[in-house]
């Protein structure tokens, strides 16, 4: 990925010091962090023979990561540049008004190989792999690390490194699968393929769940455990129509003491949230998540307003449409915005972390295993779990009773409950082959193949080997 002097010199550094570079920079960030201060790792005297010298330096390696994932608007994870926003740009979620030519491309789908958007995010994830590889070795190598503090940070980054190539693999297609941090090995990486991509995903996931407490670190739902490597797993199962293991691992989930849906659709998004799985820590104070910064409106839009498309679909009924669509008008037009996080900004102390993993996603991905397998109607069934998700909206029970039906009533759950959420509703539609019959009548430019994103010219120049690009681009 990299091929440049500069980054060639960091990359031995990072052989030579697993983290430092990473500690160096996120240190600073999660001293502002209730749940990361009690860690106290040691700012000055980071050195090659002290980075693994202890517990603390190691886990303020990893919370790093965590830390660099949130504390920008211009990230993959929240904000304008995030894959909640850019796909949902793409899909039917969001209209764009933004003169951003690089939003525009994706608005539009008629994006370019050399897209910002498409090379930074892509970046990004590689980043946050080569950190989880570069920790990885680091607690192979140490000796002054407990047993107890290896296991739960080499489940975390296992999970980390897994998460990165689920979203890699989902938006590109097929990817260099990195898992050191060789520099000359690196640099020229071919492109793997896509089951060996997920093989790698389910590997790291399955170590992840014995590695890890079913218990959180901490008071706070911001460090992954168990239940968050398994929510994972539930979906890359389901995503690979392995049916029968994505019953089982989300009905793991669902059944565990530690979770369960929020009877109150007002207190899904909540730090207390008993629905979230994973949330990412809100570090600053002035706002609570870059999505209620980005999403709520005050005035006319400037970037995103949620399409009326998606609006009108809602049954009228429905407790989703009146709890997380917030609206507002302007010289006579009404425009919605997402308003599943209400914080636009407060100068208080956050009440919102941004939520990654959910129970109620759990709920839908074993209706789908479950109506894949036929189990339709009745007790244990696709319909039980998607009355589940139906009764807290205070919907009436799905009338669906074939598969077809079953699969469809899914599928159009998925989309009003996980609306704006991590571009769920782009990988739906791409999975289930409804892309072209649904996007293709609403986006003047789209071509199947626009399902992919392009590999990013930049590093198509860098390494031959990435070649060729995907098709369509």
């Keep these: 990925m990299k091929n440049n002097r500069i980054n060639k010199i960091l990359d031995m550094l990072f052989r030579r010091n697993a983290v430092v570079l990473i500690l160096y920079t996120t240190i600073p960030l999660i001293t502002c962090c209730e749940e990361f201060v009690e860690m106290n790792p040691p700012v000055t005297s980071l050195t090659g023979n002290t980075v693994f010298m202890g517990d603390e330096t190691a886990t ?31 899909s039917d979620e969001l209209l764009n008004y933004s003169t951003d030519e690089g939003r525009i491309e994706f608005f539009d789908n008629e994006l370019l190989s050399n897209n910002r958007f498409v090379y930074a995010n892509w970046r990004e994830f590689y980043t946050y792999i080569y950190t989880a ?5 680091g607690l192979t190598t140490s000796k002054d690390v407990t047993e107890a503090a290896k296991k739960q940070l080499e489940g975390e980054v296992r999970f980390i490194r897994a998460f990165c190539y689920f979203y890699l693999v989902n938006l590109y297609g097929e990817v260099p699968l990195v898992t050191g941090t060789d520099y000359e090995v690196n640099r020229l990486v071919p492109k793997a393929s896509v089951a060996d991509v997920y093989y790698q995903i389910i590997y790291d996931l399955k170590i992840a769940q014995e590695l890890f407490d079913i218990d959180y670190v901490g008071t706070q739902r911001i460090r992954p455990n168990r239940l968050t490597a398994t929510a994972l797993l539930a979906r890359v199962y389901l995503y690979t129509e392995n049916w029968v293991n994505a019953d089982i691992e989300a009905t793991s989930v669902i ?37 209620g910064l980005s999403f709520i409106l005050t005035g006319s839009p400037t970037n995103v307003s949620l399409s009326n498309n998606l609006v009108n679909t809602f049954e009228p009924q429905d407790k989703r449409l009146t709890n997380w669509i917030g609206s507002i008008t302007v010289d006579s037009e009404t425009f919605y915005y997402p308003f599943k996080y209400k914080i636009h900004s407060s100068p208080d102390p956050p009440v919102e972390y941004l939520t990654v993993f959910r129970v109620a996603e759990q ?4 209706a789908e295993a479950r109506a894949r397998l036929n189990k339709l109607t009745g007790a244990n069934s696709a319909a039980s779990d998607l009355n589940a998700i139906r009764g807290r909206a205070g919907l009436a029970n799905t009338s669906a009773t074939t598969q077809t039906e079953m699969l469809d009533a899914i599928l159009q759950e998925r989309r009003m409950e996980l609306f704006t959420e991590w571009g769920h509703r782009w990988f739906d539609l791409k999975r289930m082959g409804k892309s072209d019959m649904i996007l293709g009548t609403i986006k003047s430019g789209w071509q199947s193949t626009d399902e992919l994103l392009p590999l990013p010219e930049q590093e198509l120049s860098r390494n031959p080997n990435l070649r060729p690009q995907n098709s369509g681009y």
């Design 363 to 366: 709920y839908l991905i074993r």
């Design 133 to 137: 590889n570069s920790i990885l070795e």
């Design 255 to 291: 059944e565990s003491e530690l979770c369960h849906l929020e009877g109150n659709l007002n207190n899904v998004f909540l730090i207390e949230s008993k629905e979230a799985i994973w949330q990412l820590q809100a570090i600053r104070n002035s706002w609570n998540t870059f999505d």
């Design 60 to 90: 303020s390696a990893v919370t790093g990561i965590y830390i660099r994932m949130i504390q920008s608007s211009n990230t993959l994870v929240s904000g304008n540049q995030s894959i909640t926003s850019l796909m949902g740009l793409a």
